[in-house]
C-alpha cells in the first residue's frame, strides 16, 4: 500500500509550482515545433499519408488463376472464421472436373467487417488478402456489401492478383 | 451370453457377437458418417474402435485394418470387427501398440488420399479427419506421387463418385450386394489403381442410391441433390417421422435459418432398421420457403384473389360456415397427425354437427404395395391415425357420397386439409375440379399448388405448417405410434390444423400463459448457454468442426 | 550326397508322360494299393512321415488334413499349380513331364479325405502345362482311374483344370477359392479356415503340387522309408528350383538337410568364371536375403533357416553374385508386389505402392536419406497387419536387403548410381 502525502505546506497548497512546470513543458514543444516543423509527429493528412507495412490489412482481394478466373474454391474456411460473421458465400458446380467447386456468389459485408485478417489466416488456398487499400468511403445509398467484381476485379488490381497457390504445379508434383 | 473385460470393464455380450459390436453397444454405433446426438461430443473414448468397412447394417469385410485391438494372451493385435467375444476375453485398445498400428493404418488410408478438404462435402462429417484429430496430427512422409484417378464420375441419376477419395472399404459394393439386392456396383482393377465403378451400360439406379453416400465413410459418393449446397457444420440437425409413406421411417433433418437442406435416417431396429427410401429424401424441399404459401388468400366468387394474414383467413372463413349449418363437409389427406384429427373432427362432429368427413385417398390401387424392404404404397404417413379417430366418432364414408352431395347441392362448404407431399398426389387437378363444385372452398395446404387457382366460386387458401413444423404421433401401417417433436418452425403465422379447426369453428385460438417468461432450455448444451447468461458470462460458441 | 530321385526318377524318360509309359514304369499301382487302405490308414501314413507341405508354408499335410469336420458334408481337394512365387518352376517341370504322378496323388488324397471332386489350379500363363494335364486326365478318365467307382472299389473322384488368369493373389489358398468360385481373387479372413469352410462353404483342403505328389511314394513304401531321407523335422525330399548367376540352373531334387552350398557348387555347377556369391534368396521372393556368409554355414530344411531369420519357402533359390545390384533388384520385387496386390486390404494395397515407389525414386537418383528409413518403418508397418501373407512377402525382403546390404543403398542415395555397376538407373534399364 503506497502513502500519499497529503498537501499541507503553504507552497504546495496553492499547485501554482506544479501549473508552471507543466506549463513549461508545454511551452517547450510549442517553440520546438514552431522552430523545427520537419521533425514533429503530426500528418498533415491529406497531403502526407501514413505508409503502412506490407501486412497491414486493409480491403480484401481475391486473388485470381493463372486465366483470371477466382481462385477461391468455396471451402467456407473463411466465412467460418470470421468474427464478425460477414462473409456470405454461395458454391457450385464447375464444368471443368479439375476445379470442381467455385463460388458463384461471394459477398464480404464491409460496414460489418473488423478487418482482423482471420479469414486471410484460414485461406488454404491464398485466395482472399487483405490488400493496403483502407480507405474506400461512400456516399449515401453506396453499397457497402462487396461482391466478386469488386473484390476480385476492381480497377486498381489491374485485371486480378495472382494466387501464389497453383494447383497444377501442386498436381504436377502428384500431391 | 459370454463375459469378457474392456479396457478394465466388464461386460456382457450377446452370443455370437464380434468384439466391435460388444464395445459399440451392440447394436446402435456411431461413428461422424451417422449422426451425433446433440450436445455430443465424438472423442477417443474406451469403448469406441476406430473403423471404416464395419458397418452394423453389413457384413463383415475386414478390409481397412484400422479396428485392430489387444486381447491378453495372444502375441498379434487382432481386428475386433471379425473376432468374435469368448468367456474371459480380455481386450484393451488403449494401449501403445494399438495406437500406433492405428496411427499406421491411417497414414496408408492418406497417402494416396488427394488434397480436396476445401471442395469436398464430407468435410466436418469425414472419417478421415475425425480419426486423425483423434490420433494423426502427424507430418506426412510420403514424398511421392500420389495415384491419380477418376473424378467427378456420374455413377447414376442420384449419386457422383470421386474415384482418389475412395477408401476402398467396399461398404458401398456390400450394400447393393446385400440391401438393395441390385448389385450394381463393383470394385474394378487391382491394388491401388483399384476404382468403385459400375459394370457396363449400367447406372446406380435403384429406389435406396443415396444410402450408399451415407455409409461412404469419406467424400467419394456424394448426393447430387446437396452437392455444394451447404457445409455441415453450418447446419443443426433433429429427429423426425418422414411423411413420404405408411412405414413411418425414423429420420434426421437438417437445417438451419435459410431452411432444410436434406434428410438422413436414424436407426430404428422396429421401423426402418438403417436405412431410408429416396423418395423421402426430397420430401424437404416441400418444406422450405420457396415452396410454401406464406399468406392467406381469398376469392369471392370467382373474383380476383387478395391477401391476409392466415389467422385472419381462417376467421374470414369462419363467418361463412356458420351460415352453412350442416352442409359442410371436411376432406381429410392421411397426412396430418392424430392430434389435429381429433381437434378438427371433434370441431366438425360437436360444432357443425355434420358427420360428413370423406378421406382422400390417392392410391387406392397401389395401397397395399410393399417392394420389400421400406417403401410402402400408401403414400399417407398416417393414414391409419385418420381411421382411428374416425372410428372413435363413429364416422363411416365414402367419397362418392361427396360427389353426389355436391351434384345435389347438399353440400356447400367444403374444408379441405390438403396434402404435403404434392408428388405423390396426381389426382390433385381432378379433386380441385371436383371440389370446385361446392359454393365455399376453405381449402388448408402447406406447398404451393398453382392448380388451386382453379377453384371456383368463393375460396379460401390458407396456410398451414408442414410435418417438421408441429408436435405430433404418427401411425404407421403395422399400428406403431410414433411421437416426434417439432424440429423447427419455416412459416410461422401458419397454422396447424388444430389451430385452424378451432379459428374455423369459431373458438378463439389458445395461448397458453407464461408461467415464467425465462423458458427453460431442453437440450443440455442450450442448457449450459442458459446457465451462463444467469451468470453474465458470455459463451461464444461457433459452428462446430 | 547327390540327388535323389523319389519324385524325379523317370523325368528325363518321354514316355512317363503318356498314361501307358506311366503304368509300364509302375504307376498307378499304389493307387490300386491306396483303394484298398481305409482313409483314416492313409492320412495316419502321411501323418506319421511328417510330409510338410511343399508350397511355401511348410505346414504338416497330415494335420491340415485331420482338421476337416467328422461329418457328411461335400469335401473339395484343390491343388493348388498356380505357382506364383518369383523363381520358383518346379511344379511346371512335374506338370509336363509327369502330370500323372500328380493325378495318382491327388485321387489318393482325395480318397483319404472323403472328397468326391478334385480341382487343379493352374495359372493362365501355363498353356502348355495346362494341355498336357488336361491330355494325361482324359487318359486317367478312360483307363477308369478317375470317375465314378474308380477300378471296383467304390470310390468315386472327380477332377478338373481350371485356368487362372494371371493373378499372384489366386495362389493364396483362399484367394484361389475364391477365383474357382467365380468371384475376384481376393483372399477371404480367416477364420473360418479352408478346413471348415472353404470352396462354396464346404471343406475344402488346399495342397501344392509336390505335396500331392509326394503321397504317392508315401503309400508305396511307407512312411518309416519316407522319413529315412531329410532331418528329424523335415523329413523327405524337395523340389528346388535353382535360378539367377549359377552355371547349371533347373530343377533338382535333393534330401532335406542337403547343405546350401553344396545346392549351388556341385549340384549347380558353382558361380560363373570370374564371380564370388554375394547373396541367395533361398525361398522365392519372399523369403529374407542370406548374405555369403550365411549361405556357408545353412542347409536346406525348415528349422535352419527359420533359425537364421530366413525361410525355405517354395524352395526357388536365387543366387546372386556380385556383379548384381542389391537396390536394382529390390526395384524389381518390389514393382512385382505393387502389381500383383489385390487391393483390398489398405496396409497392403498402399504399402506395396510406397516401397515401390520410394525404391524407385532412390533408383532414379532422387533419394533422400532419411528413405531409407522410411522403407524400414513402412515394411515394420505393412507386416502381420493384413488379411493374407503378400504385405509380409512384400515387407520382408525390404527388411532384410536394407538390413544386409545397406551400404549399397546408401552409396546410391548419396551418388545417385550403382555402387556395383556405377551406371545409374536409365542406363541399367534401357
Known amino acids: 500500500m503506497s502513502v500519499v502525502q497529503k498537501n499541507t505546506s503553504e507552497t504546495t497548497k496553492w499547485f501554482l509550482p506544479g501549473i508552471l512546470v507543466g506549463l513549461g513543458i508545454t511551452f517547450k514543444h510549442l517553440a520546438k515545433n514552431l522552430l523545427n516543423q520537419k521533425k514533429m509527429m503530426t500528418l498533415n493528412y491529406p497531403e502526407q499519408k501514413y505508409e503502412y507495412s506490407p501486412r497491414f490489412k486493409g480491403n480484401h482481394i481475391l486473388t485470381v488463376k493463372k486465366d483470371g478466373s477466382l481462385r477461391c474454391t468455396a471451402c467456407m474456411l473463411c466465412a467460418t472464421n470470421c468474427p464478425a460473421e460477414c462473409i456470405t458465400i454461395v458454391a457450385s458446380e464447375h464444368e471443368d472436373p479439375s476445379v470442381e467447386k467455385y463460388p458463384i456468389k461471394y459477398e464480404i459485408d464491409m460496414l460489418r467487417c473488423v478487418f482482423c485478417g482471420f479469414c486471410e489466416e484460414a485461406c488454404p488456398v491464398d485466395a482472399v488478402r487483405m490488400g493496403p487499400e483502407w480507405q474506400t468511403p461512400g456516399v449515401n445509398g453506396a453499397n457497402f456489401n462487396y461482391g466478386i467484381e469488386q473484390l476480385a476485379y476492381r480497377p486498381q488490381l489491374k485485371g486480378g492478383m495472382m494466387s501464389l497457390v497453383d494447383d497444377e504445379e501442386r498436381h504436377k508434383y502428384g500431391i | 451370453m459370454p463375459k469378457c473385460t474392456i479396457n478394465g470393464k466388464e461386460v456382457v455380450v450377446k452370443d455370437g457377437a464380434t468384439i466391435i459390436e460388444a464395445m459399440h453397444g451392440g447394436g446402435a454405433y456411431e461413428t461422424s458418417d451417422e449422426p451425433q446426438k446433440p450436445g455430443e461430443k465424438k472423442q477417443w473414448a474406451e469403448g469406441k474402435v476406430a473403423h471404416y468397412c464395419w458397418h452394423p447394417g453389413l457384413s463383415v469385410a475386414g478390409v481397412c485394418r484400422l479396428c485392430f485391438v489387444e486381447i491378453e494372451g495372444n502375441p498379434r493385435l487382432q481386428i475386433a470387427c471379425n473376432t468374435v467375444v469368448t468367456e474371459g476375453m480380455k481386450i484393451n485398445n488403449t494401449s501403445q501398440k494399438v495406437k500406433d498400428s492405428a496411427k499406421w493404418g491411417l497414414d496408408f488410408h492418406l497417402i494416396n488420399h488427394p488434397l480436396d478438404c476445401p471442395i469436398c462435402d464430407q468435410a466436418g462429417e469425414c472419417g478421415l479427419q475425425e480419426q486423425y484429430m483423434e490420433f494423426g496430427k502427424y507430418n506426412p512422409e510420403m514424398a511421392e506421387k500420389k495415384v491419380k484417378k477418376h473424378k467427378v464420375v456420374d455413377l447414376g441419376p442420384t449419386v457422383v463418385l470421386d474415384s482418389e477419395r475412395c477408401i476402398l472399404c467396399s461398404r458401398c459394393v456390400r450394400f447393393t450386394e446385400e440391401v438393395s439386392k441390385t448389385n450394381e456396383l463393383g470394385i474394378f482393377n487391382r491394388g491401388d489403381r483399384s476404382e468403385i465403378g459400375t459394370f457396363d451400360d449400367k447406372k446406380l439406379d435403384n429406389k435406396y442410391s443415396l444410402n450408399t453416400v451415407d455409409i461412404c465413410p469419406v467424400g467419394a459418393l456424394t448426393s447430387k441433390d446437396f452437392r455444394f449446397r451447404q457445409r455441415v457444420w453450418y447446419l443443426k440437425d433433429a429427429e423426425t417421422v418422414c411423411n413420404g409413406c405408411s412405414a413411418g421411417c425414423n429420420v434426421r433433418a437438417y437445417f438451419n435459418k435459410e431452411g432444410f437442406f436434406r434428410v438422413k435416417p436414424v436407426y430404428n431396429e422396429e421401423v426402418n432398421g438403417y436405412w431410408m427410401c429416396d423418395e423421402g429424401r426430397d420430401l424437404y424441399k416441400f418444406v422450405n420457403r420457396e415452396n410454401r404459401y406464406l399468406k392467406a388468400r381469398r376469392r369471392i366468387s370467382g373474383g380476383a384473389w387478395d391477401e391476409m394474414l392466415p389467422g385472419a383467413g381462417a376467421k374470414d372463413a369462419a363467418g361463412v360456415l356458420k351460415s352453412s349449418g350442416d352442409a359442410v363437409a371436411l376432406v381429410l389427406t392421411g397426412q396430418y397427425t392424430v392430434e389435429e384429427y381429433e381437434s378438427i373432427v371433434g370441431n366438425f362432429v360437436n360444432e357443425f354437427k355434420s358427420k360428413k368427413i370423406y378421406h382422400w385417398n390417392n392410391n387406392p390401387k397401389t395401397e397395399n404395395d410393399f417392394d420389400g424392404l421400406l417403401i410402402r404404397g400408401d403414400k399417407n404417413p398416417n393414414t391409419k391415425g385418420l381411421f382411428k379417430v374416425l372410428e372413435k366418432h363413429g364416422v363411416k364414408t365414402s367419397w362418392s357420397e361427396l360427389e353426389a352431395g355436391l351434384g345435389n347441392g347438399s353440400i356447400k362448404s367444403v374444408v379441405v386439409a390438403g396434402p404435403e407431399n404434392l408428388q405423390f398426389f396426381p389426382d390433385m387437378a381432378d379433386k380441385v375440379k371436383t371440389l370446385s363444385k361446392a359454393q365455399n372452398v376453405i381449402w388448408l395446404q402447406s406447398p404451393r399448388f398453382a392448380g388451386l387457382d382453379e377453384l371456383k366460386n368463393n375460396v379460401w387458401i390458407i396456410p398451414m405448417k408442414s410435418y417438421v413444423e408441429k408436435d405430433g404421433t404418427f401411425i404407421n401401417h403395422a399400428g406403431l405410434e410414433q411421437k416426434f417433436k417439432r424440429v423447427t418452425t419455416v412459416v410461422s403465422e401458419a397454422l396447424t390444423l388444430t389451430e385452424a379447426g378451432d379459428l374455423l369453428a369459431g373458438h378463439h385460438l389458445l395461448i397458453k400463459p407464461a408461467l415464467n417468461t425465462l423458458v427453460e432450455a431442453e437440450r443440455p448444451e442450450d442448457r449450459v448457454m442458459l446457465e451462463n447468461r444467469k451468470k453474465n458470462e458470455f459463451v461464444f460458441r461457433r459452428g462446430e468442426l | 550326397m547327390s540327388e535323389i530321385k523319389l519324385l524325379t526318377e523317370f523325368y528325363n524318360k518321354d514316355e512317363f508322360r503318356g498314361i501307358n509309359g506311366y503304368q509300364k514304369m509302375g504307376g498307378y499301382e499304389t493307387l490300386k494299393k491306396a483303394l484298398k487302405m481305409q482313409p483314416q490308414q492313409i492320412i495316419d501314413e502321411v501323418k506319421a512321415s511328417g510330409l510338410r507341405g511343399r508350397g511355401g508354408a511348410g505346414f504338416p499335410t497330415g494335420t491340415k488334413w485331420s482338421f476337416l469336420p467328422k461329418n457328411n458334408e461335400p469335401r473339395y481337394l484343390l491343388c493348388n499349380a498356380d505357382e506364383g512365387e518369383p523363381g520358383t518352376f518346379k511344379d511346371r517341370m512335374m506338370m509336363e513331364r509327369a502330370p500323372h504322378q500328380l493325378i495318382e496323388g491327388m485321387i489318393i488324397s482325395g480318397h483319404a479325405i472323403h472328397s468326391k471332386k478334385g480341382y487343379i489350379y493352374i495359372r493362365g500363363e501355363y498353356f502348355y502345362p495346362i494341355s498336357v494335364v488336361e491330355k494325361a486326365l482324359k487318359e486317367a478318365y478312360d483307363a477308369g482311374f478317375l470317375g465314378k467307382n474308380i477300378l471296383g472299389s467304390g470310390v468315386d473322384f472327380d477332377l478338373d483344370v481350371y485356368a487362372g488368369a494371371g493373378a499372384y493373389i489366386c495362389g493364396e489358398e483362399t484367394g484361389m477359392i475364391s477365383s474357382l468360385e467365380g468371384l475376384?481373387?481376393?483372399?477371404?479372413?480367416?477364420?473360418?479356415?479352408?478346413?471348415?469352410?472353404?470352396?462354396?462353404?464346404?471343406?475344402?483342403?488346399?495342397?501344392?503340387?509336390?505335396?500331392?505328389?509326394?503321397?504317392?511314394?508315401?503309400?508305396?513304401?511307407?512312411?518309416?522309408?519316407?522319413?529315412?531321407?531329410?532331418?528329424?523335422?523335415?523329413?523327405?525330399?524337395?523340389?528346388?528350383?535353382?535360378?539367377?548367376?549359377?552355371?547349371?540352373?533347373?530343377?533338382?531334387?535333393?534330401?532335406?538337410?542337403?547343405?546350401?552350398?553344396?545346392?549351388?557348387?556341385?549340384?549347380?555347377?558353382?558361380?560363373?568364371?570370374?564371380?564370388?556369391?554375394?547373396?541367395?534368396?533361398?525361398?522365392?521372393?519372399?523369403?529374407?536375403?542370406?548374405?555369403?556368409?550365411?549361405?556357408?554355414?545353412?542347409?536346406?530344411?525348415?528349422?535352419?533357416?527359420?533359425?537364421?531369420?530366413?525361410?525355405?519357402?517354395?524352395?526357388?533359390?536365387?543366387?546372386?553374385?556380385?556383379?548384381?545390384?542389391?537396390?536394382?533388384?529390390?526395384?524389381?520385387?518390389?514393382?512385382?508386389?505393387?502389381?500383383?496386390?489385390?487391393?483390398?486390404?489398405?496396409?497392403?494395397?498402399?504399402?506395396?505402392?510406397?516401397?515401390?515407389?520410394?525404391?524407385?525414386?532412390?533408383?532414379?537418383?532422387?533419394?533422400?536419406?532419411?528413405?531409407?528409413?522410411?522403407?524400414?518403418?513402412?515394411?515394420?508397418?505393412?507386416?502381420?497387419?493384413?488379411?493374407?501373407?503378400?504385405?509380409?512377402?512384400?515387407?520382408?525382403?525390404?527388411?532384410?536387403?536394407?538390413?544386409?546390404?545397406?551400404?549399397?543403398?546408401?552409396?546410391?542415395?548419396?551418388?545417385?548410381?550403382?555402387?556395383?555397376?556405377?551406371?545409374?538407373?536409365?542406363?541399367?534399364?534401357?
Open chain 3, 184 to 430: 475376384k481373387g481376393q483372399p477371404k479372413l480367416k477364420p473360418p479356415f479352408p478346413a471348415v469352410q472353404g470352396y462354396l462353404r464346404k471343406p475344402t483342403i488346399v495342397n501344392n503340387v509336390e505335396t500331392l505328389a509326394a503321397v504317392v511314394p508315401i503309400i508305396k513304401d511307407g512312411a518309416a522309408a519316407y522319413k529315412k531321407f531329410g532331418t528329424e523335422k523335415s523329413p523327405g525330399t524337395k523340389l528346388f528350383s535353382l535360378s539367377g548367376n549359377v552355371m547349371r540352373p533347373g530343377n533338382y531334387e535333393v534330401p532335406l538337410g542337403y547343405p546350401l552350398k553344396d545346392m549351388i557348387n556341385v549340384l549347380g555347377g558353382g558361380m560363373k568364371p570370374g564371380r564370388t556369391l554375394k547373396a541367395v534368396i533361398p525361398g522365392g521372393s519372399s523369403a529374407p536375403v542370406m548374405n555369403a556368409a550365411e549361405v556357408e554355414k545353412a542347409t536346406l530344411d525348415y528349422e535352419c533357416l527359420a533359425q537364421m531369420g530366413t525361410m525355405l519357402g517354395s524352395g526357388a533359390i536365387i543366387v546372386i553374385d556380385d556383379s548384381q545390384c542389391m537396390v536394382d533388384m529390390l526395384g524389381v520385387l518390389m514393382h512385382f508386389y505393387h502389381h500383383e496386390s489385390c487391393g483390398q486390404c489398405t496396409p497392403c494395397r498402399e504399402g506395396t505402392g510406397w516401397l515401390d515407389k520410394i525404391v524407385h525414386s532412390i533408383l532414379e537418383g532422387r533419394g533422400r536419406l532419411q528413405d531409407i528409413d522410411l522403407l524400414e518403418k513402412v515394411a515394420d508397418n505393412m507386416k502381420g497387419r493384413t488379411i493374407c501373407a503378400l504385405s509380409d512377402a512384400a515387407a520382408l525382403p525390404v527388411l532384410s536387403f536394407i538390413a544386409k546390404f545397406r551400404d549399397e543403398f546408401e552409396f546410391y542415395v548419396r551418388e545417385g548410381r550403382s555402387k556395383v555397376k556405377g551406371t545409374a538407373y536409365a542406363e541399367m534399364h534401357h
